[in-house]
């Protein structure tokens, strides 16, 4: 058995967008910025960013995907755990 986790803290770049599959399920998408501190070429300490493609959708009873498009905008900062 193999587990894959993933837990990111950044900020959205763009405001999320909500549409619908043709079952009418509702799907959110949004990029989100996250940083992380390293040695340059030269040794001194350097920022990178990394840009990360999300998609939510509704996970049983918890509606995420209307959650993120309705209360979300560019710049929110937030936590992804999955």
Not at 18 to 42: E, I, K
Request: charge should be positive.
């Amino acid at each position: 058995m193999n587990l894959n986790k993933a837990m990111l803290i950044g900020r959205l770049t763009r405001d999320p967008e909500m549409r619908y599959t043709p079952s009418g399920a509702p799907v959110t998408t949004f990029s989100l910025a996250t940083n992380r501190y390293g040695q340059g070429p030269d040794g001194e300490k350097k920022e990178y960013t990394d840009y990360h493609n999300i998609v939510v959708w509704n996970i049983g009873k918890r509606n995420l995907a209307e959650i993120c498009g309705q209360y979300l905008h560019k710049g929110s900062l937030v936590y992804l755990e999955g």
